[in-house]
């Protein structure tokens, strides 16, 4: 179970709500949204004595899958899973593409593949003054207490446990024969990818501790001691209560949330930018359009969705059977160091020890591998926008794969590259025949096809309500007092690697800002 204590006064601080009958008189700040941001916020604001209350529309994340590292693909579509979807992406042959996002305690921290990497710095590098590398790395280490010790580049005492199989002894065999297939093609291997070098092939870093997910109400939640915050769950916020130019508080079912001070809207990068937009912040024509009263025209309210594509598969059959991973599956990766000194790369390439191919493509039985290479700098952009004013309706998704040609380039080279890896000697032992994409490699019409048909959702959307355009540099949304926006949709960027680090270091960051005042 997402170990957040389960009744009021428990020890970690924390008191579960299921009723708004059980909230207190009054609050310093209301937090919407229990994900990774929104338990770093209940953490930090907590421990400073702040008076916190934390709305998440799911509840308690108690599946035993959720602790089993090498379950979590049985999580996707589960109870604990909004089970978004896009709609059809032109890129990708029409196809409509699962959107995964967390439902529970821990959001999508509960349900990922665990990976938890913060990337090349130049990624940040690119973003807006004060939210580059260097400022966020006191941030990303005080978050973190990682297996290999703290230094200069790692934390040693942070709520959050980071696992470097570099430090486990049982690790899946061909993961091994991928690094070695990896330095045989001239790539160095990297100690720790969150280290002073973070490119090159290296050995995968996750959210674990003891064998067990750590996830962002594990760490952060569970860990705070005497502090008044309360959690209320199963409640699904309705919109904000915006007049006069600010935030008043939240709306409930049958119910108004008013904090003394400000409300921080935690959601993520689908549903904050849908729920300001159902509260009249966001592109006035589309919201007039639905007949909703606009407090804020914003333009750029659920545009710029950025997300990161990986291509399922690039897949072996095995000449024998293939060991599981004890982890994510995914125990070796590559960062491929970009053509460019001092660029953040254009592409991952991972290892997954179990085949791992897109319905459009085809199906391949055990024993099998994967080579799953991932486009991490993608040019495409996407939106969010509202289906309904019903504040109960999905947004519509639309991550527009693909659009911009030179992504469509990229993952070509990016499955070239996969190959070669793939078909080197130090896989002898293992390779028994490239199936997919095999003969359907043969020309630019064929390797087109294939990655249209192959390609899918990395599940790392950002960009939302990015900073410098929906929220300032403190992360208050512009035209509004008493409201910022603290998760994935403020991220002005992809980090080039997945998305957890970033956020939870954002939010980290964010949690100064808001005590700072």
């Keep these: 179970m997402s170990g957040v204590a389960a009744s009021a006064g428990a020890a970690s601080g924390v008191r579960i709500l299921a009723s708004s009958e059980q909230l207190r008189p009054s609050y310093d700040t209301v937090v919407v949204g229990a994900g990774s941001a929104g338990c770093v916020l209940a953490h930090r604001l907590g421990r400073a004595g702040r008076r916190v209350l934390v709305i998440e529309a799911g509840g308690r994340a108690n599946l035993p899958a959720v602790a089993d590292p090498p379950q979590w693909p049985t999580l996707s579509g589960s109870a604990l899973d909004w089970r978004y979807a896009t709609v059809p992406q032109p890129g990708l042959d029409g196809r409509i593409v699962p959107y995964p996002r967390g439902k529970a305690v821990g959001g999508s921290s509960v349900i990922n593949a665990l990976a938890y990497q913060a990337g090349h710095p130049a990624a940040y590098d690119r973003w807006p003054p004060g939210w580059r590398h260097a400022d966020l790395l006191p941030y990303f280490k005080r978050a973190e207490t990682f297996s290999g010790g703290g230094n200069a580049w790692r934390g040693g005492d942070g709520p959050l446990h980071v696992l470097s199989l570099a430090d486990v002894r049982d690790r899946t065999p061909v993961a091994s024969a991928f690094i070695a ?304 926006v603290i998760d994935a949709s403020v991220l002005p960027g992809l980090p080039a690697a997945m998305i957890n680090a970033a956020v939870t270091a954002v939010a980290e960051r964010a949690s100064d800002i808001v005590l700072g005042g």
Aim: aromatic share 4%; glycine share 8%; proline share 7%.
């Design 181 to 484: 297939a990896a330095e045989e093609r001239g790539f160095a291997m990297t100690p720790d990818l969150g280290g002073a070098v973070t490119t090159g092939v290296a050995w995968n870093q996750l959210s674990v501790r003891r064998h067990a997910r750590d996830d962002a109400a594990t760490a952060f939640l569970d860990s705070l001691g005497d502090a008044n915050v309360d959690l209320l769950v199963d409640a699904q916020v309705l919109g904000l209560v915006i007049e006069r130019g600010r935030c008043l508080g939240v709306r409930l079912a049958g119910q108004i949330v008013q904090p003394e001070g400000e409300v921080l809207l935690c959601a993520g990068a689908i549903d904050s930018p849908r729920l300001l937009m159902i509260s009249g912040v966001g592109p006035a024509d589309a919201l007039r359009s639905l007949g909703i009263a606009v407090a804020v025209d914003m333009p750029d309210v659920g545009a710029n969705l950025e997300d990161h594509l990986l291509l399922a598969g690039v897949a072996f059959r095995a000449r024998r059977e293939v060991q599981r991973s004890h982890y994510n599956h995914a125990d070796a990766l590559l960062y491929v160091p970009h053509a460019k000194a001092g660029e953040s790369p254009d592409h991952l390439i991972m290892c997954l020890s179990l085949p791992f191919v897109q319905p459009a493509v085809g199906a391949l039985p055990p024993p099998a591998y994967t080579l799953v290479p991932c486009l991490m700098r993608p040019l495409s952009r996407g939106s969010v926008r509202l289906a309904s004013a019903d504040p109960m309706a999905p947004a519509l998704i639309d991550p527009n794969y693909l659009s911009d040609p030179s992504d469509l380039e990229s993952l070509v080279a990016a499955v070239t590259l996969a190959r070669e890896i793939g078909a080197a000697s130090a896989f002898a032992d293992w390779r028994a025949e490239e199936v997919y994409p095999g003969r359907n490699w043969q020309d630019t019409a064929a390797r087109h096809d294939f990655v249209r048909r192959a390609a899918r959702s990395f599940h790392h959307p950002v960009g939302t309500c990015r900073i410098g355009a929906v929220v300032d540099a403190a992360l208050r949304v512009q035209g509004v007092t008493g409201l910022r």
